[in-house]
C-alpha cells in the first residue's frame, strides 16, 4: 500500500527521489509501529495516529521529525481516502507538532570570499571546485542541481544558469560576471582536461569523468574549508543560504530571492529575513557603546 501511494506521488505530483525516500522512511517506521501494536494501516483510525506521535515524542525525536513525519502520514491518508480505502481521514483534526523554527547558518561575506579562494586553481580539481563554489554562491543553488548539472544547462551567451529543481521544476537564474568568468575559463582548460578522452554531459565530473555525488561535493567543501581556516562546520547548503542572507542584507526584493531559490511558498524564503535581524542584533551588541 505504501508503495501504491509512492508511485502515486512519483506520477501525480514529480517529487523527487530524495523526497520519495523520505516518505518511505517515515510510512515504514509507522507502519512498523503499527504493526508492533497489533494495527494494521488498512484500518487505521485518528486515535492510532495519535498515540504513534505520542510515541514519537518519548523516543527523544525533535519535533522537527515528528511533524515531517505527520506530513508525510497526512498525504497517505488523504490517498487512502480518495481511493475508498478509508470512509474518513484518520489523520484529520490531528495537530503537528510546534516547534521553534531553527535559523540557518549564518557566514559572513569575508568568510564566503575565503572559502572561494582556498581551493588551488593551478589544478585542475581544483579549478574544478573553484568554479563549483563560484556557481554555487552566485546562484543559490542546491547541492543536487549543482551537481546534476550538464553543460548543455548553461547560457553563456546569455550568462544565464538553467536549474532542474524539485519536482523538476525548471528555473533561469543569472550568474553573474565572476561566476561567468570562472565557468569560461573551467570550460576551455579544466573540463577536457578532466575528461581526457572520456564522453560525459556532466557540467562537473569527478576523476575519473563521472557525475560527482553530492557526498563527493559535500568532502570537498570541507576539505577546503579546513585549508581555509574556518572553524565553522560548513556544508554545502551553507553557500546557498549565504547567497539568500547576503541578498536579503543588500535591500534584494523577497519575492526575487523566492523565485531564485526555487522556493513554491514564500514562507520558506521569509526566513532570512529573520537571518538579517539577528545579525544586526549581533553587530548592534558589538558595536554600539551601550550594545
Known amino acids: 500500500m505504501i508503495e501504491r501511494f509512492l508511485r502515486h506521488l512519483w506520477m501525480e505530483r514529480g517529487l523527487s527521489k530524495n523526497t520519495l525516500q523520505a516518505y518511505r522512511r517515515d510510512l515504514n517506521a509507522f507502519e512498523q509501529w503499527l504493526l508492533t501494536n497489533g494495527h494494521t494501516l488498512e484500518k ?26 505527520l506530513s508525510a502520514i497526512r498525504s497517505f491518508c488523504r490517498f487512502g481516502l480518495e481511493e475508498s480505502i478509508y470512509s474518513e481521514d484518520p489523520s484529520f483534526d490531528v495537530e503537528l507538532p510546534k516547534f521553534g523554527r531553527s535559523l540557518p547558518k549564518f557566514i559572513s561575506e569575508a568568510d564566503v570570499e575565503r572559502l572561494l579562494a582556498a581551493p588551488d586553481v593551478e589544478t ?7 568554479t563549483m563554489f563560484e556557481l554555487l554562491y552566485a546562484c543559490g543553488l542546491r547541492v543536487s542541481e ?14 544565464l544558469v538553467r536549474i532542474i529543481g524539485k519536482g523538476n521544476k525548471e528555473r533561469l537564474v543569472p550568474c553573474g560576471e565572476e561566476a561567468y568568468d ?6 576551455k582548460s579544466g573540463r577536457p582536461a578532466l575528461l581526457a578522452d572520456k564522453q560525459s554531459a556532466a557540467l562537473f565530473p569527478s576523476r575519473r569523468g563521472q557525475k560527482m555525488t ?15 581556516g574556518l ?30 531559490l526555487g ?27 551601550r550594545g
Do not use: C
Open 182 to 187: 570562472w565557468l569560461v575559463l573551467y570550460l
Open 124 to 130: 585542475l580539481l581544483g579549478l574544478r571546485d573553484r
Open 263 to 289: 522556493h513554491s511558498d514564500l514562507s520558506t524564503t521569509q526566513i532570512y529575513t529573520h537571518v538579517a535581524q539577528e545579525r544586526m542584533k549581533v553587530l548592534h551588541s558589538q558595536h554600539h557603546p
Open 146 to 159: 549543482l551537481v546534476g548539472m550538464e553543460v548543455s544547462h548553461l547560457n553563456l551567451n546569455q550568462g
Open 44 to 69: 487505521l483510525n485518528q486515535s492510532q495516529v495519535k498515540g504513534y506521535l505520542v510515541y514519537r515524542a518519548t523516543q527523544s525525536i525533535s519535533s522537527r521529525s515528528n511533524a515531517r513525519g
Open 214 to 228: 553530492r557526498r563527493t561535493f559535500w568532502h570537498r567543501i570541507k576539505h577546503h574549508a579546513a585549508s581555509a
Open 231 to 260: 572553524e565553522q562546520d560548513l556544508s554545502p547548503h551553507t553557500l546557498r543560504h549565504a547567497f539568500a542572507t547576503h541578498l536579503v542584507n543588500h535591500g534584494a526584493d523577497l519575492r526575487v530571492v523566492q523565485l531564485l
